[in-house]
């Protein structure tokens, strides 16, 4: 009998549940007002004879029109909400697609309008509603089904290619080659992937290569959706891979709908080389310096030597080239650093000479010019490379480092949220960035927050936490921080640290100075040279998304 009424129980909970969850007072309105018409002396009656209303004809069942006037309210109310969930959900998906582009940058960094106002990073703001009008795009890699694994290289680098082109076109929201690259070698689903990445297309390819030939099969799926939006096969000789890839570009433009006019949009058309040999020896040169290590980079730099070597003239081969060697100084992959930062310089000089529209060249130069004290050619090269590329993560980040370094950190924090969400995948110095932007604009709380993310610990990140509990009068955590400074680095001391940032203001530098001071870090001889183990920021040695 007991399991009779316990099951009985759970029958009546569980049609209990949605109801009560449903239930509004319109919907108790008009369940009353139904009711009471199959009642014998329902209070309609009594109404009618109150007011001394005439009698109703006779072939008018008053009791048949009450309970229709509170079924009616019922299945109104039902209806209003049912559409007003579709249009919740709706814009939810709508919301969730893309990301306002970012501000146009002018001349000399003006104040820029963040990308977005209290943007969502990692919790540290509410997050904001994001335009619905931008169509966002996510290229995964392509599958190489020539069964060749060295041809690898070949799929990965007509992906990026792609993403560096669509990126180009300022209305577009693309996700960063690194993100995107998560999904390589997975069982991709289409609404998962769309839902993670928060984008309205996803494109997927394939490339066969046989021979001097191949064929590239790409298709546009709207992800939400999992809709496919358009298809199409290349088969080409191999050296018109770059006709390929204006064609792939264009194709996918042109289909994304109510954003592009298909008779005036600009074509990407910028064909690197005409040796197809050189191209892949860069092809294969990126996937190593992607990988960072030691036996990779100098194996980047033997490729990136054979390219140049086929065609002196390839400027995106001395500005991978003068990358890489980047690379290999930040790293101590090199036994001479003086002579490799000229090298890098000199790299990315002929590349500007050969072709002053790339990206890479500007993005580079900047940071270089940031490192040796030129703030204003840094400002140049960097906006030159945010116009030439608005949506590649570390020209982004970058642009809220430099503005922080300029003393206007402010500006700075929005644009490294920005390339944040870019790249969802984005490495851990991009929070030291935001710390760091935090601490110049004096909000401690948040760059304790934004510090606490970084789980690769170093003495800078422990001097800017020793720095920050030492302004908010926390004597105690300040001085562990400044402890493990010491751990990290016995011969620490604050001038020859100070040499390494760079401040732009001396108001700035003096700041730092103090909170570190404060917080019972050493601080040397004001007369020290500049510590042989400076850092550059991001962009040196980095590859692009």
Not at 226 to 253: K, N, P
Not at 299 to 319: F, G, I, S, V
Not at 337 to 342: E, I, P, Q, V
Not at 401 to 409: D, F, M
Request: charge should be negative.
């Amino acid at each position: 009998m007991s399991i009779v009424a316990s099951r009985f129980g759970r029958l009546i909970k569980h049609l209990w549940l949605p109801v009560a969850r449903n239930l509004t007072h319109w919907v108790i309105v008009g369940t009353i007002i139904a009711m009471t018409g199959f009642g014998p002396e329902h209070w309609f009656a009594a109404v009618f004879h109150y007011i001394r209303l005439p009698e109703p004809p006779q072939w008018l069942d008053v009791r048949a029109v009450i309970v229709c006037v509170g079924v009616g309210i019922v299945v109104a109310d039902l209806l209003f909400r049912s559409r007003a969930l579709h249009r919740e959900k709706t814009a939810s998906n709508v919301a969730g697609a893309g990301m306002p582009s970012d501000p146009a940058p002018a001349a000399g960094l003006q104040p820029s309008t963040p990308p977005h106002e209290g943007s969502a990073v990692g919790g540290l703001h509410p997050p904001a509603a994001l335009l619905p009008d931008q169509p966002s795009i996510v290229v995964l890699p392509f599958t190489n089904m020539s069964g060749e694994p060295e041809q690898d290289f070949f799929a990965d680098g007509l992906a990026e290619d792609i993403i560096t082109e669509l990126s180009r076109f300022r209305h577009l929201f693309i996700i960063s080659r690194n993100s995107a690259f998560k999904y390589k070698g997975q069982a991709i689903d289409v609404r998962q992937v769309a839902h993670e990445l928060r984008v309205q297309y996803v494109v997927e390819g394939s490339v066969r290569k046989v021979g001097n030939r191949v064929r590239v099969t790409v298709q546009l799926i709207d992800g939400p959706a999992d809709r496919h939006v358009w298809a199409d096969r290349y088969d080409r000789q191999l050296e018109d891979i770059f006709a390929i890839q204006d064609e792939v570009t264009a194709a996918i433009v042109a289909t994304l709908p109510g954003r592009v006019d298909a008779a005036t949009r600009e074509r990407v058309s910028r064909k690197p080389t005409d040796s197809m040999a050189a191209y892949e020896c860069v092809l294969a040169g990126k996937l190593h310096h992607h990988r960072a290590t030691l036996a990779d980079n100098q194996e980047a730099l033997r490729l990136l030597d054979r390219a140049l070597a086929l065609d002196p003239n390839y400027a995106h081969a001395h500005a991978w080239k003068g990358c890489t060697l980047g690379q290999s100084w930040v790293n101590g992959y090199c036994a001479d650093r003086d002579a490799t930062l000229k090298q890098v310089v000199d790299e990315l000089q002929t590349a500007l000479q050969l072709d002053s529209n790339d990206s890479d060249v500007h993005r580079i130069l900047a940071a270089v010019n940031l490192v040796m004290g030129n703030h204003d050619k840094a400002v140049f090269h960097q906006e030159r490379a945010l116009a030439l590329n608005p949506n590649d993560d570390l020209i982004v980040v970058q642009q809220g480092e430099i503005l922080t370094w300029l003393g206007r950190p402010e500006e700075g924090i929005p644009w490294i949220e920005k390339a944040m969400h870019l790249n969802p995948y984005h490495h851990e110095r991009f929070w030291h960035h935001l710390g760091r932007a935090y601490f110049v604009a004096r909000r401690y709380g948040d760059a304790i927050s934004a510090f606490g993310r970084i789980t690769a610990t170093n003495q800078s990140h422990h001097a800017f936490l020793a720095a920050c509990h030492a302004q908010l009068d926390d004597e105690s955590s300040a001085r562990a921080h400044a402890s493990a400074v010491l751990e990290c680095e016995p011969t620490f001391a604050i001038e020859p640290y100070l040499k390494t940032l760079h401040y732009k203001r001396a108001e700035d530098r003096e700041h730092h100075r103090a909170a570190l001071l404060k917080a019972g870090l050493p601080a040397g001889n004001m007369d020290a040279a500049a510590a042989e183990t400076a850092t550059p920021p991001a962009g040196i040695g980095k590859a692009p998304a």
